[in-house]
């Protein structure tokens, strides 16, 4: 009998049969993400509603030496929660409870299955906030927003899913719960394990209950579409905006090859001249404040060259203006066969010599490539795209981090590594680097059980 066979027996009878997934319509799901990463089968899947229940199968896995991995929703963009040793996979995916929301301390207490944009509806019915909102908000959890480390449009102001954990409570390799962290908004007493588990792709433990910093609720946003002639304007009105000192909360930017598609299908009315797109929206608690700081953006960007800027202050009529940026994977998907994206960060400084690099590679290998993302804080989201079966992206990919690593910057902002990223991670990081994080993981998982094959080539 196989050693998974046998876990499933054992299981079964301390859990119930209910919980254990063998179906393999449902096991083909657990087999991949978002991720343009191969497809890998576990061999069963174990839905868990407690933390109990996860240190009980951790405990049983580990005695049988079968591989062991964590999923919520599986949104993710690197493979992170594709099993490619086989194993099974623990699905937190019905561990929804919002344990506690305390307005006096500002924090709140939750499951990791939560969906993240059921949680803001939560908090904000409070008046409160939790700014990190991963493209993916309304499908994706707060245990993979934890494990990769999620951010997004708004983490220009706000920060990253890292700047909102206090604490965490962690089922590790050996089963043990750990409790890392504080309820308190300072503390550093020892080693900061909250930072070590948070971005390290269930490869250290498995999340059991997060507890996360909430601020006030801004009472007022701004959102304005700016329609500008070309990229270069584009990049000098974002520097400009940044250099005056203004915080958007979003400021987010689409290339030529992105607004032409988007102009194609009419979406908010853009025009075929437009070059690029700004997208900025603009928060707080002060009516006056909210609207000095949107006529001094809408200004600059005005004598940057605008050709049209678009401006609503109301939900509804904001999601319109959002349209352009909810929409555009999708349609730049329509216009090409195949399509890989890849999240990297350069300086801010360098932005405009990226551009321009990705521009000269699109022309070298006859390939569309087309750019968007969070310009504020230098976070670009690059889309290869072809239609030639027989090309392969590999070497472009490679210069692409090249490129980026030229100018100062990460292969990764907020996808994470997993395994689409982990044959690049040796051009980032040093040996010794790597070498030190490979001890961490050992003293974590002796046994390399917990998310084998992840991050390190």
Request: glycine letters at 10%.
């Amino acid at each position: 009998m196989k050693p998974s066979e046998k876990l499933s027996l054992i299981l079964g009878q301390k859990l119930g049969e209910s919980r254990i997934i063998d179906d393999p319509d449902i096991l083909d799901q657990y087999s991949k993400d978002k991720s343009h990463c191969l497809p890998s089968m576990p061999d069963l899947g174990i839905r868990v509603k407690t933390e109990d229940e996860i240190k009980t199968v951790i405990n049983e896995a580990v005695k049988l030496d079968v591989p062991i991995v964590a999923r919520g929703a599986g949104t993710g963009k690197s493979g992170g929660a594709i099993p490619v040793s086989g194993g099974i996979i623990i699905d937190t995916s019905t561990m929804t409870d919002i344990l506690k929301i305390d307005r006096d301390n500002l924090i709140a207490v939750v499951e990791p299955g939560i969906i993240t944009g059921e949680f803001q509806k939560a908090v904000e019915a409070e008046g409160l906030f939790y700014p990190p909102d991963p493209n993916s908000l309304e499908t994706c959890t707060i245990g993979g927003n934890l494990a990769h480390n999620a951010g997004g449009p708004r983490a220009f102001k706000y920060g990253v899913t890292t700047n909102y954990v206090l604490g965490t409570r962690t089922v590790l390799p050996n089963g043990e719960v750990i409790k890392t962290g504080k309820i308190t908004v300072k503390g550093v007493t020892g080693y900061d394990i909250t930072s070590l588990l948070v971005g390290s792709e269930g490869t250290l433990g498995i999340f059991s209950a997060a507890t996360l910093r909430l601020i006030r609720k801004p009472i007022e946003i701004s959102t304005l579409l700016i329609l500008m002639p070309d990229e270069q304007s584009a990049g000098i009105a974002i520097s400009k905006i940044v250099a005056a000192g203004l915080v958007p909360r979003v400021l987010e930017f689409m290339d030529s090859s992105v607004t032409k598609v988007l102009a194609s299908k009419g979406i908010n009315g853009i025009k075929s001249n437009t070059g690029s797109i700004i997208l900025a929206e603009v928060d707080g608690t002060d009516e006056d404040f909210v609207e000095q700081d949107v006529l001094r953006l809408g200004e600059i960007c005005d004598n940057a060259g605008a050709i049209d800027i678009l401006m609503a202050r109301h939900g509804s009529e904001r999601e319109k203006l959002w349209a352009a940026r909810r929409l555009m994977s999708d349609a730049m998907a329509e216009t090409a066969k195949f399509k890989i994206s890849e999240d990297i960060v350069v300086p801010r400084s360098e932005i405009s010599k990226l551009l321009k690099g990705l521009k000269d590679l699109s022309k070298q290998y006859g390939v569309n490539v087309a750019s968007y993302g969070h310009a504020g804080d230098g976070n670009f989201h690059v889309n290869v795209l072809w239609n030639e079966e027989d090309f392969k992206p590999e070497k472009i990919i490679g210069d692409i981090f090249n490129l980026t690593l030229q100018l100062g910057g990460t292969i990764t902002g907020e996808h994470g590594v997993g395994i689409s990223k982990q044959a690049y991670i040796t051009r980032e990081q040093s040996p010794a680097l790597i070498a030190i994080q490979k001890e961490l993981k050992k003293t974590f998982d002796p046994k390399n059980l917990m998310n084998p094959g992840k991050i390190f080539p």
